[in-house]
């Protein structure tokens, strides 16, 4: 910590990756830069606080350790921003920030803050399930500036915005409003506070450098726009936003930070958030033409959707140094899809876009979700097969999750279908992809446990492939080709198969 005399404000990043990911954590999943504890420390700093981040992913601390170094640093606000590496998966991440805030709690009686996600989406719940002190509903940073305020005397709890709380008088618990959003993007939050972290620890996901893995490090996160205009009832993108809506930072806003990451920490490889990045062509288009002037040679990925991408982008988009676009499919059923208002393309567009983008050398990470309410075996299947047709350089295969923000969260409360975090559940562990304990949705057809068996196949079936290794190995090489093998060769361990029964009894507990 830099930070000398008194610290108004300690942004943790509790640490999720072992839990969430498994072995899988170890050496093949990123290990992200902190985007909303970088741009609200930035935020805190200019306005006169002494601000520090821990990130307890990045220093590959255990919980203890990670509450041993909160108390020692002994902040005057403790603040738990539960995020993760995706937009869905705030949710996963909250046993951890559970667990060390539990035992800062132990060891200090310094008030603490929790947001991010899934904390904005169920405040009172979380307020009254979790050892926080406070909850953020929204965005953030005014809500964490106003709470600095009112701990230095000059503003009542009812007064700051976006904040859940305890009545310090009755117990009651209180929920603040919101708040406005936050208009201008380049004013108040223009950058991360980038010298607040070790830049060296982070490193992007395995694929993004399949054609250099030893060239994984350093990476930055940059975001450049803050939510999303669809409404796909699967997403909780939007819980911290209060509903569905897309502000920008100016294009030149966003490549001085690539310039000072580039130039002073010489990261190449840059992931881009944004819930939609290749979308609005004011936006895009000038970017790419400032960063096509610099000539980086740049390694980036960003998210598109099939009925967003436009001829016009692609080639600048490569010259700019977008590599990867990461392309949400989602089924290959029209009517499943339809049924999570996922767009008006079809599977002939799914294919045709999909090519046009790697005719123009971008690779594509092409996503798919088995067990969407309206799912069978024989749309799952379907859905596996256009994946096996596209033979995408990367593919993720998710299970459905009701995360909690998303319409899909209450219409799965108004079916009856368990979630997770339902009595006698596994927890909010539950809703993350990858960890031991996951428990997706069922469907009207399919029990939950064989969406996930199908997934869990369908990610072996794929990478495993003949015409996939074969067709990897021409594009990056035998190094990729073994890594990829060293991948498959790892089997998740999932709780439904070590104890017989256990799934069974969870459905029997809720009768």
Known sequence: MKIQGQLDVLLVTPPSRLQVYQELSNEFAAIEPPVWSGLIAHFLRERGYAVSMLDAEALNFTPEQTAQAVAHADPKLIVYVIYGQQPSASTQCMPAGRKVATRVAELTDRPSLAMGTHPSALAERTLREEPFTYVCRGEGPYTVLGLLEHLDGKKRLDEVVGLAYRDPSSGEIKLNNWGDKIKDLDAELPTQAWDMLDMSRYRSHNWQTLDNLSNRQPYAS????????????????????????????????????????????????????????????NHVLKICDLLIERDYGLNIWAYARIDTVQDQFLAKLRQAGFQWLGIGIESASNFVRDGVTKGKFRTDDVIRTVRKIEDHGINVSSNFIFGL???????????????????????????????????????????????????????WIGYSQHAYETLPLPTHKVSAIDVLDFRDKAFHTYFESPDYLSMMGQRFGADAVAHLQRMTAYKLRRRHHDEPGYYEALLAQRK
């Open 222 to 281: 940059i975001q450049t726009s803050l939510g999303c205009p669809y409404k796909c009832s699967f997403c909780c993108i939007n819980a911290p936003f209060g509903g569905a809506g897309i502000r920008y930072w100016n294009p030149e806003t966003i490549v001085k930070q690539i310039d000072h990451v580039v130039n002073k920490y010489g990261v190449k490889i840059i992931k881009i958030p944004d819930e939609m990045f290749v979308l609005n062509k």
């Open 373 to 427: 309410p309206d799912d069978d075996f024989s749309s799952m299947q379907q859905t596996f097969d256009l994946a096996v047709q596209l033979n995408t350089a990367w593919a993720n295969f998710y299970a459905a999750v009701a995360y909690p923000g998303s319409q899909l969260y209450g219409m799965a409360q108004q079916t009856g279908w368990m979630l997770p975090d339902d009595p006698g559940g596994p927890g």
